[in-house]
């Protein structure tokens, strides 16, 4: 069973004497228990006996509640070996997981993918899951991945049947990031080819050539940045175009997304992995649980659904404080750990995050047409709503201002996304090359041997510690987003120019 991203073994027990009565234990849940029937009854479908004496189940370890349906296929296995109906000699090569109908037919479950490498982590030889599940795990490698459409289909896998290798799941590494040639390359696509596209592409935004340069400094170091303008401005179409210039996933950042998309059960049963960043966008009225993660069954939040993307919050002051506050630790430790009395989980949470909001409550604030008619005190109070410690941790902070008659009637197009992309593509790699993460992640340490200043540069950032009264969190964020714009420029050292940019879109 999957408790987080940890899998847990559960070892299935049976034993049959003399008695009346088929006994579950071992702390299961409601659905576990009612395994029991699902399973008596799929075993009767394909005409085998249920044992006529005293029969007692135990999932062990005995101390860990048990949840889900995925028991179901390895109680009938266990069941049909404790009653002499197959033989199992080899059982310890085996990891089954599933769900099983009333009819024997295997259902998909939640949870394949951490399960297949566990099982290869621990030496497990195969793993049977439903067809429907099977091909999330087909990319584990050194181990065979079954895939069952029913329960005789499991039996004969187990008796070494001939024809079960049509039932075995073959999968092909695709995935490659390479530094050889100056750029991250590719990751190759699906059986399917060719490049994906978005409907979003910034070769249809209008002038914000300001706006532009920032997300493209986001996306090349990773950075967090919040978009600033009145209604119309664009800020919501450019953080959607934001995903089309952001480098290709490495193999384990696919593999770790693909993870966490199959806990949660959001995983598209017989795709590939996970290749597109994620880029999730909850709405303001989303609960606390919602986004962190949690709740009975404790899931993974949309934090953790934008592992190695994007998390974007459009209309950030119309969120409850306390819910955009609980973002602060995840943004500084890229993960988050939920305890509650009955569990202790900790999901990854490294994500960038964009958010969009209005200048002021009626959103016209500092357009030159005059039109807003909010007091300080209104815009002060709309500020408050997102507190300082949560402003400290966004890197960029963008004004977008409204595009004018003439720029919106033109029909030329601007700088598309893939142009774009390439460069973020070689600033990342330059990143990946220097320290193996991009530059938003840097530690202090890493920060101190990285974002290393000359005499004049010193002086520069003294001046800017002193005007803008910086704390060492925001003194180091300038220096990151100062080592991006080096990169971008391709330049060995961080240079007066990149810190003064770096100051624009923090101030």
Same mark, same amino acid.
């Given at each position: 069973m999957c408790v987080g991203l940890n899998v847990v073994r559960i070892t299935v027990e049976v034993s049959i004497t003399q008695g009346v009565g088929i006994y579950l234990v071992g702390l299961p849940d409601s659905a576990v228990r009612e395994s029991l029937l699902r399973v008596t009854t799929a075993l009767q479908s394909h005409n085998f006996r249920i044992p006529g004496k005293k029969t007692v189940i135990n999932l062990a370890p005995a101390?860990?509640?048990k949840e889900g349906t995925g028991y179901d296929v390895a109680i009938a296995v266990a069941l049909l070996t404790a009653s002499r109906q197959i033989s199992f000699f080899n059982s310890q090569d085996y990891l089954i997981f599933g769900e099983i109908g009333l009819d024997g037919t295997l259902r998909p479950v939640k949870g394949v993918l951490p399960i297949a490498m566990f099982a290869k982590d621990k030496g497990y030889k195969a793993c049977?899951?439903?067809?429907?599940?099977?091909g999330q795990a087909r990319f584990v490698n050194d181990i065979k991945i079954y895939?069952?459409?029913?329960?005789?289909e499991v039996v004969d896998i187990i008796n070494g049947e001939r024809y079960t290798d049509n039932l075995l799941i073959k999968g092909i590494d695709k995935f490659t990031f390479s530094f050889e040639s100056g750029n991250l390359n590719d990751i190759e696509r699906n059986n399917e080819g060719g490049e994906v596209f978005s409907e979003f592409d910034f070769r249809d935004v209008k002038e914000q050539d300001f706006a532009k340069r920032g997300l493209e400094i986001a996306a090349s170091g990773g950075h967090n940045v919040i978009l600033v303008g009145s209604p119309g401005s664009g800020k919501s179409f450019m953080a959607k175009c934001l995903p089309s210039i952001l480098p290709p996933m490495t193999r384990e950042e696919s593999l770790e997304t693909s993870m966490i998309y199959s806990v949660a059960g959001e995983y598209s049963d017989n795709k590939e992995l996970m290749i597109t960043r994620p880029f999730r966008t909850p709405h303001h009225t989303c609960s606390q649980i919602s986004l962190i993660g949690g709740g009975q069954k404790c899931k993974p939040g949309e934090?953790?659904?934008a592992h190695n993307g994007v998390l974007y919050l459009d209309e950030m002051t119309q969120y409850p404080r306390y819910i955009l506050d609980s973002l602060r630790q995840p943004l500084e430790d890229r993960k988050i750990s939920i305890s509650r009395?009955?569990?202790?989980?900790?999901?990854?949470?490294?994500?960038?995050?964009?958010?969009?909001?209005n200048p002021c409550p009626c959103g016209y604030a500092g357009e030159d047409e005059q039109r807003c008619n909010c007091t300080p005190p209104m815009i002060s109070r709309y500020w408050s709503k997102i507190s300082g410690p949560l402003l400290d941790r966004i890197d960029l902070q963008i004004r977008v201002r409204r595009v004018d008659s003439?720029?919106?009637?033109?029909?030329?197009?601007?700088?598309?996304?893939?142009? !774009?992309?390439?460069?973020?593509?070689?600033?990342?790699? !330059?990143q990946y090359k220097r320290s193996g993460i991009p530059n938003a992640q840097m530690n202090p340490i890493q920060i101190e041997k990285c974002c290393v200043l000359g005499v004049n540069e010193k002086r520069f950032m003294k001046k800017i510690i002193d005007k803008f009264n910086l704390s060492a969190r925001s003194y180091n964020r300038v220096l990151k987003l100062s080592r991006t714009i080096a990169d971008l420029s391709k330049s060995e050292n961080i240079t007066i120019q990149h810190i003064s940019e770096a100051v624009q879109y923090r101030f």
């Amino acid at each position: 069973m999957c408790v987080g991203l940890n899998v847990v073994r559960i070892t299935v027990e049976v034993s049959i004497t003399q008695g009346v009565g088929i006994y579950l234990v071992g702390l299961p849940d409601s659905a576990v228990r009612e395994s029991l029937l699902r399973v008596t009854t799929a075993l009767q479908s394909h005409n085998f006996r249920i044992p006529g004496k005293k029969t007692v189940i135990n999932l062990a370890p005995a101390d860990l509640k048990k949840e889900g349906t995925g028991y179901d296929v390895a109680i009938a296995v266990a069941l049909l070996t404790a009653s002499r109906q197959i033989s199992f000699f080899n059982s310890q090569d085996y990891l089954i997981f599933g769900e099983i109908g009333l009819d024997g037919t295997l259902r998909p479950v939640k949870g394949v993918l951490p399960i297949a490498m566990f099982a290869k982590d621990k030496g497990y030889k195969a793993c049977i899951f439903p067809k429907a599940s099977s091909g999330q795990a087909r990319f584990v490698n050194d181990i065979k991945i079954y895939g069952a459409n029913n329960l005789m289909e499991v039996v004969d896998i187990i008796n070494g049947e001939r024809y079960t290798d049509n039932l075995l799941i073959k999968g092909i590494d695709k995935f490659t990031f390479s530094f050889e040639s100056g750029n991250l390359n590719d990751i190759e696509r699906n059986n399917e080819g060719g490049e994906v596209f978005s409907e979003f592409d910034f070769r249809d935004v209008k002038e914000q050539d300001f706006a532009k340069r920032g997300l493209e400094i986001a996306a090349s170091g990773g950075h967090n940045v919040i978009l600033v303008g009145s209604p119309g401005s664009g800020k919501s179409f450019m953080a959607k175009c934001l995903p089309s210039i952001l480098p290709p996933m490495t193999r384990e950042e696919s593999l770790e997304t693909s993870m966490i998309y199959s806990v949660a059960g959001e995983y598209s049963d017989n795709k590939e992995l996970m290749i597109t960043r994620p880029f999730r966008t909850p709405h303001h009225t989303c609960s606390q649980i919602s986004l962190i993660g949690g709740g009975q069954k404790c899931k993974p939040g949309e934090i953790s659904l934008a592992h190695n993307g994007v998390l974007y919050l459009d209309e950030m002051t119309q969120y409850p404080r306390y819910i955009l506050d609980s973002l602060r630790q995840p943004l500084e430790d890229r993960k988050i750990s939920i305890s509650r009395a009955k569990y202790k989980v900790e999901y990854p949470a490294s994500f960038m995050l964009v958010g969009s909001m209005n200048p002021c409550p009626c959103g016209y604030a500092g357009e030159d047409e005059q039109r807003c008619n909010c007091t300080p005190p209104m815009i002060s109070r709309y500020w408050s709503k997102i507190s300082g410690p949560l402003l400290d941790r966004i890197d960029l902070q963008i004004r977008v201002r409204r595009v004018d008659s003439k720029s919106l009637t033109e029909e030329t197009k601007a700088e598309s996304s893939q142009t !774009i992309a390439e460069r973020v593509r070689a600033a990342r790699y !330059i990143q990946y090359k220097r320290s193996g993460i991009p530059n938003a992640q840097m530690n202090p340490i890493q920060i101190e041997k990285c974002c290393v200043l000359g005499v004049n540069e010193k002086r520069f950032m003294k001046k800017i510690i002193d005007k803008f009264n910086l704390s060492a969190r925001s003194y180091n964020r300038v220096l990151k987003l100062s080592r991006t714009i080096a990169d971008l420029s391709k330049s060995e050292n961080i240079t007066i120019q990149h810190i003064s940019e770096a100051v624009q879109y923090r101030f």
